[in-house]
């Protein structure tokens, strides 16, 4: 019989899990939406219902020895998750108590953020590293830290919400889903540059192909595809994009003073026209100490998911010795 | 023979120091200027002679077990103050190396802020906190972090440089020592207020008894004293400073979720002059997760040294066992 451990990485937009060993290998992997439910309860009896499938694509018998989740404002002392601005479920939902009334397997809630961070420490570009830290630009901004090679949960278990600091205070009107105004999160992300686009468009005379789409299908995809095709307004969505976002690393490293910094995820994707903005408003911002010091890399596993095989990493480390 | 460290606070004004027993009791303590001298060297020499005044006021003879330093930009690593924008002396300052050329005596140099954190966690309010943030609010602003129980250095041993993030990126002319624009500390310190206040006087036309003062000899204390007697323009001062005080410990707490902040210095000893504005601001501008959970507390050892105490406190640490 195999051990594995399910790695579950809850977004904003889907959710991905998959069924990891010992070593890291993902032997069989899905995903639902998460958006499409209302309703926690429902979701969870979905998933559920996908995991059992998944489960019988496993090569042989299994034992799954744990559970580990990652989740947008998931808590590793409650097993919660709080007040998410990019989940449909509003409140204090209970994760892992849901969880444990429907299976003995044991169950762990971490922050999404986190669990890419340490999906990077173990098997992607942070090998070896003491110090660093993990932005996941997805439906928001999500944030890892690793203080002496461990994760940075703090004191309430909340530490890592860089997403939530806000960029210019007093002097912005754009809503974040926390409820407050001028997050980081509603600049930088999928979405949030999408909204920058918007604000370009309405400023702008210039003709842009983005301007045939529908608002509520234009994606930071379809950014990146028309700024790849020199789309000039696309490209300078880009460029505020990674202005705000160095301008935020900057302050990020005057916390924490980091070796290395990670984007994952889909704008990381966008390589070039993320980083090269990113960088020079950076390493522009960054206090004489820090300069030409602190690296700004790409996730070595935005090929696969690294919040998944993180939070699989950390339930091997949790549940292994259990039984 | 009694055994003492010697606990050293170089800040931008004033150098402290003090022998110190391991029970954290002062012996001898004294002052020399830091701002009188441009060249290191010569402030070496004069620092040096004073501590040797100081020696003879001790209760015996006495061997001084090690040399504990605190320092804007002190770093723990290489025993340097590198750049920092609140002390005479530019660039890379090799200062435990100056020592050790006269001394045999061992010398470690940190940041000021961080021996201020360990002065609160060994002596003072943070006694059996694990995870907490010490403020120091002088010349510049200060900070030290303590992460599950110990100083977080970071990467390069410059962890902890919150008076160096921006308060509002590309929206203020205000120029800091570093070179940059719009540093926190160029709005939150006893100079930052000062600033703040001229600023206010410019732009109102009411009456303020801080008018009749120079301009280049108006302090954070004149204010706090005006502001005491119902001055508006000074209570404005402290408005404005609470309130960017407390957005950006917001900022802060979304990073690193500490159990308490401490603020530390002239300006905290304003008390509900600074602790009423920044106390509103920090709760309104937390994230819903962090909201009437982080403590915000003045220093214990306010009318103590908590740096000199701090660096001390480190000296003994690394040095006692040494001989």
Known sequence: MIKVSLGVDIGGTNTDFAFVDRDGKILVEDRISTRAFEEVEVYLGALNEKV?????????????????IGAPMGNINKGTIEHSADLPWKGVVPLADLIRAHTDVPVLVTNDANAAAVGEMVY??????????VITLGTGLGSGFVVDGKLLYGQ??????????????????????????????????????????????????????????????????????????????????FEHTGEMLGVKLADLVAH????????FGGLALSKGL???????????????IYRNKVKLLPSQLNSQNAAVLGASALAWDAFENNK
Chains 1, 2 share one sequence.
Do not use: W
């Open 156 to 237: 309430d278990g909340f530490a890592g919400e860089v997403g939530h600091t806000i960029l210019r205070p007093g002097r912005t009107n754009r809503e974040c889903g926390c409820g407050r105004l001028g997050c980081l999160e509603t600049y930088v992300s999928a979405t949030g540059i999408t909204r920058t686009l918007l604000k370009i468009l309405a400023d702008s005379i210039q003709e842009s192909e983005l301007r045939n789409y529908r608002l509520n299908e234009l994606t930071s995809l379809h950014i990146s595809e028309a700024a790849l095709k020199g789309d000039k307004l696309a490209k300078m969505a």
């Open 274 to 288: 993320i980083f090269d903005p990113t960088k020079r408003h950076f390493e522009k911002n960054l206090l004489t």
């Open 256 to 263: 924490t003073n980091p070796e290395a910094i990670f984007l």
């Open 52 to 68: 059992r499938l998944a489960c019988r694509r496993l090569p042989g018998k299994a034992e799954i020895i744990g559970i580990g």
């Open 124 to 133: 992607g570009g942070a090998k070896g590293m003491k110090n660093f830290v």
